[in-house]
């Protein structure tokens, strides 16, 4: 039976990590409707110069661009977005090379182009998707590495030192392979995906004479499913990375077992039904099969198991102290001191968690 400490903690941890990824998916909705609303008028300008009783034919957007048109858009169009490309993203020079040094270029691909640099702007840019979620889950992660040590060291009473993450780790981390993909090559796969769906609405509308309005809403709404996309994978990876940090903490604080602890109600899914208060060994973590996520969307997190008969209840709990004697500890010192007394910066190159993961894989 899991004790109502290790409930009401994996709780309140569980809380915080979708706090975090619900401030960075609210930044990441804003930088959506901005993009969007540049693509409309985007479509705008190109029914504006080229549309007769506010309608283009296919045959009317494949025609190329005259040599005044290509002109402005060598000079004016490129040459912007070649500045963009400097911020050093492959990305923008493929696609920027694709078509900027053919001798002709069509009303329809110069519009693609426009669109497709306005998504490329959205993915990868400074204030891009790929950014937003990096910093969302580093958040996460380290939230939920640094409380679960917090909340193990507070029900033991055994305080010990530990060694403050840094960014070389962070970086390490937050490029783990769990599911076949890292997190930044599926949140480019949803790009391409994305872009694919707007040339196809874009061919659709000029085929079947679509008037702007009825073009601008087809656009939104395949815009609309990027952040249903980016929710369920920063979701998804923000449940990742924050059973992660617990698995990682564990080992840290020598915590030889844990337990899943499961958010049930009318949405749990059967599979993590089964997975409630199972107990595994640290060695055994594995994620989707020992270890949340065990599906996208995945609310499940674990605890670390104890057998609880060993400690004493109460205010205080036994503890060694660095002499070997036995002392009484308090169960109450806050989290600012914790971190503030145990948490000390970095004296190696790095940490048990990752030496362990280093010698699994070779």
């Not at 000079?75 to 993203?89: D, F, I, M, P, V």
């Not at 990868?124 to 193990?152: C, P, W």
């Not at 937050?174 to 994305?194: D, M, P, Q, V």
């Not at 599979?271 to 599906?295: E, M, N, S, W």
């Amino acid at each position: 039976m899991m004790s109502s400490y290790w409930q009401n903690r994996a709780a309140q941890r569980e809380l915080e990590s979708q706090l975090i990824s619900s401030k960075y998916l609210s930044r990441m909705e804003e930088q959506l409707r901005t993009a969007q609303i540049n693509i409309i008028q985007q479509i705008e300008t190109f029914y504006a110069r080229y549309a007769v009783d506010n309608k283009i034919s296919y045959a009317e957007a494949k025609k190329y661009l005259t040599a005044k048109e290509l002109k402005d858009f060598r000079h004016t169009t490129l040459q912007q977005y070649r500045a963009l490309s400097l911020e050093g993203n492959p990305a923008y020079d493929r696609a920027l090379n694709a078509i900027g040094y053919r001798a002709r270029i069509s009303r329809l691909e110069a519009l693609h182009l426009q669109i497709e640099m306005q998504m490329l702007e959205l993915y990868g840019g400074r204030n891009g998707l790929q950014v937003y979620t990096y910093s969302g889950l580093g958040e996460v992660y380290e939230n939920a590495y640094y409380k679960s040590l917090y909340d193990i060291a507070t029900f033991t009473a055994i305080y010990q030192p530990i060694t403050k993450l840094t960014n070389g780790v962070m970086k390490e981390i937050l490029t783990y392979n769990w599911s076949g993909k890292e997190f930044s090559k599926r949140i480019w796969g949803h790009e391409a995906r994305t872009m694919t769906t707007i040339r196809k609405e874009l061919k659709k509308s000029f085929m079947r004479g679509r008037s702007l309005h009825k073009t601008a809403r087809a656009i939104s709404d395949a815009t609309d499913v990027v952040l249903s996309r980016a929710e369920a994978l920063v979701r998804t990876e923000a449940n990742f990375f924050h059973n992660l940090a617990a698995q990682n903490s564990y080992i840290t604080a020598g915590v030889n077992r844990y337990q899943i602890l499961v958010t049930l109600d009318h949405r749990t899914s059967e599979i993590c039904r089964a997975q409630d208060l199972k107990i595994y060994a640290t060695k055994d973590y594995k994620p989707g099969v020992t270890a949340p996520p065990f599906h996208a969307r995945c609310r499940s997190t674990s605890v670390a198991y104890f057998d609880e008969a060993e400690y004493m209840e109460g205010e205080q709990r036994i503890a060694r102290g660095a002499t070997g004697q036995t002392e009484y500890v308090s169960r109450s010192m806050p989290y600012e001191k914790w971190y503030q007394q145990f948490v000390q910066p970095a004296n190696i190159d790095k940490p048990q968690f990752l030496r362990m993961k280093e010698k699994k894989s070779t």
